[in-house]
Each structure stands twice: as structure tokens, then as C-alpha cells.
């Protein structure tokens, strides 16, 4: 029984969405190897052989790869997917693209967003925007899983000495193209691998007061900034910055919301931090009862003297 990564990558550097997966594809038991499909990619197979746990690499390395796109990549995939009983993806945007063309090929039952590993067979997932957990177990002779990075530890990105091994690329599929990419630049950390993340809700009341209030605290304590999705429907924030179920996924060590309500969605997204602070004047507020600390407080008046005491 042996577990493939499906690596998370830039071509450059291994992200660290792969290491938590790494994790989930051990607790399978079995060997883990570790797929890297990509183009001038070897310094990322270097890094994927370095990490404990891993016990062989394959390095597909084709110009198809550049871009990652999904149905390339899922065809790579397929090409070596006899020999593994465990297919594991981040659950990314990257790899929630490439994992269910993956499992419509094979005709199994893709598990999504697991969080534990019961058994070989059987995994937990939320559903109910986390509101409850369930254990799925799989007849599958392939698994094929997505998994929910804030579910398990990172595996130590170093440490490991797996074998590299090249595979033959598969052919560009022809079916999508790759056409440009406009990238926001940002001296912040990036969202879902921050330490520290600051969000704002809806109270902020302009994006004009969300940067005003907000930025200053990011600033001083080198976070990156959240935003709930009422923050960002109303126009305050840019939608990459929302933290929630139909958001990005969170759990940093650190964890500020000022003026969030804590609505299901929003909580679905960040209850996993390690330490929440909650600040809002709303003393009924369900942010609170995921909070570690809680402010009741007017968010004009706490964040600035919190910015000021730091």
C-alpha cells in the first residue's frame, strides 16, 4: 500500500499546503511518494525529496506542466496512478481543480476536505459548514482524497533523503491553453500560511476605514489582513482577502477579528486557530463563543490604542 502527493509547487519551491498533505498521506500508512509535475522544476523535486516522511519522488518535467494546468496535470497523474492505492491532494484551488478529473477517470468516489485519517478506509471530513464532522469509508481500491491543510501538522521540510526519479511526461492534452495571469503584489504573508492574520467585518463600514483601521495593526505586527465575506460583498476588501467556507481556510497562531459577527460561513473558516481574539460591541455576538479572548468594544476606539500599546 502506498500513498502519491500530488505536490503543490511553483516550480521553484515546494508549497507548504504539500507538507500538511504529506502528513495525511503517512497516517495512511504505507510508503508516500510525492509527484512533482512541472517545467524547469528540479529544484522543487529537491526540496519535495528533503521532506521526513517521503520515500521516493517522481519528477514529470514537461513545458505542459508550466502553469499547472488541470488537465495536464490529471493526465500525469493517471500515467502513474496504477502503482498507488492513496492518491492525496492539497485541498487548493490547484488541487480541488486536477482531483475530481482524477477520480472520474478511475470512476471512484472522490473524498474531500479530509481532516483525519481513521484508517486506510476511512477518513473524517466537516460538513455543515463544520457544524458537524463525518466518517466516510471508502470500498474504493483507489482513494482518492483532497485534504483540508489546517486538519494536520506540517511534515518537517527537512530531515528526509527520498530517491528523485524522472517519469515521462505525458503530452500536452490540447484542451485548455494558458494565457496570462495578473498577479496582486503583495509585501504581506500570504493569506492561508500567515502566522498572524487581522481581519475586519462589516462594522468597518468603507473601505476607506477598513485600510484606516486595519493596516496599521497588520503593520505592526507583520500579519496578514482577512476580511469576512459581508466585508468584502459590500466592498470594503478585495475578494482574495475573505476568510470563510466559500473563502480561504485558515488557522493561523494568531487570529484578530474586529468587527466580525461570526457568522456559520465565517467561523467555518478560522475556528481552527491556535489563539482568536474577538472585538466587537456586540456582546452577543458568536464570534465570541469561538473566542479565546473577547473585547466588548467599539472596533474604532480598541483596534487604534491596540496599534498605539504595540
Same mark, same amino acid.
Given at each position: 500500500m502506498t500513498a502519491l502527493v500530488i505536490a503543490d509547487h511553483d516550480n521553484a519551491s515546494i508549497k507548504g499546503s504539500t507538507l500538511n498533505t504529506v502528513t495525511?498521506?503517512?497516517?495512511c500508512g504505507g510508503d508516500v511518494h510525492v509527484l512533482v509535475a512541472g517545467h524547469n522544476a528540479s529544484a522543487a523535486a529537491e526540496a519535495a525529496a528533503k521532506i521526513a516522511g517521503v520515500a521516493k519522488v517522481l519528477h514529470a518535467d514537461s513545458e505542459a506542466?508550466?502553469?499547472?494546468?488541470?488537465?495536464?496535470? +490529471? #493526465?500525469?497523474?493517471?500515467?502513474? =496512478?496504477? !502503482?498507488? @492505492?492513496h492518491l492525496l491532494f492539497p485541498a487548493t484551488a490547484g488541487g480541488k481543480n486536477v482531483a475530481p478529473r482524477v477520480a472520474a477517470k478511475l470512476d471512484v468516489a472522490q473524498i474531500s476536505d479530509?481532516?483525519?485519517?481513521?484508517?486506510p478506509d476511512t477518513f473524517e471530513r466537516p460538513i455543515y459548514a463544520g457544524n458537524a464532522i463525518a466518517t466516510v469509508q471508502s470500498a474504493d481500491a483507489k482513494k482518492v482524497l483532497t485534504v483540508r491543510t489546517t486538519g494536520f501538522d506540517a511534515a518537517a521540510a527537512?530531515?528526509?533523503? +527520498? #530517491?528523485?526519479?524522472?517519469?515521462? =511526461?505525458? !503530452?500536452? @492534452?490540447?484542451?485548455?491553453?494558458?494565457?496570462?495571469?495578473?498577479i496582486a503584489k503583495n509585501d504581506r504573508p500570504e493569506l492561508t500560511a500567515a502566522k498572524i492574520i487581522v481581519s475586519g467585518g462589516r462594522a468597518l463600514g468603507s473601505e476607506e476605514k477598513?485600510?484606516?483601521?486595519?493596516?496599521?495593526?497588520?503593520?505592526?505586527?507583520g500579519a496578514a489582513i482577512g476580511a469576512s465575506r459581508a466585508a468584502v460583498d459590500a466592498g470594503y476588501a478585495p475578494n482574495d482577502l475573505q476568510v470563510g467556507q466559500t473563502g480561504k481556510i485558515v488557522a493561523p497562531q494568531l487570529y484578530i477579528a474586529a468587527g466580525i459577527s461570526g457568522a456559520i460561513q465565517h467561523l467555518a473558516g478560522m475556528k481552527d486557530s491556535k489563539v482568536i481574539v474577538a472585538i466587537n460591541k456586540d456582546e452577543e455576538a458568536p464570534i465570541f463563543s469561538v473566542a479565546d479572548y473577547g473585547l466588548v468594544a467599539d472596533l474604532f476606539v480598541a483596534v487604534p490604542e491596540l496599534t498605539q500599546a504595540l
Open positions: 495525511a498521506a503517512v497516517a506542466f508550466a502553469h499547472g494546468l488541470a488537465e495536464n496535470v +490529471a #493526465a500525469q497523474v493517471l500515467a502513474v =496512478a496504477d !502503482a498507488y @492505492s479530509i481532516t483525519k485519517v481513521d484508517s527537512s530531515g528526509g533523503s +527520498a #530517491a528523485v526519479e524522472s517519469v515521462t =511526461a505525458t !503530452a500536452d @492534452s490540447g484542451k485548455s491553453s494558458f494565457v496570462g495571469a495578473e477598513f485600510k484606516e483601521v486595519m493596516t496599521p495593526l497588520a503593520d505592526k505586527l
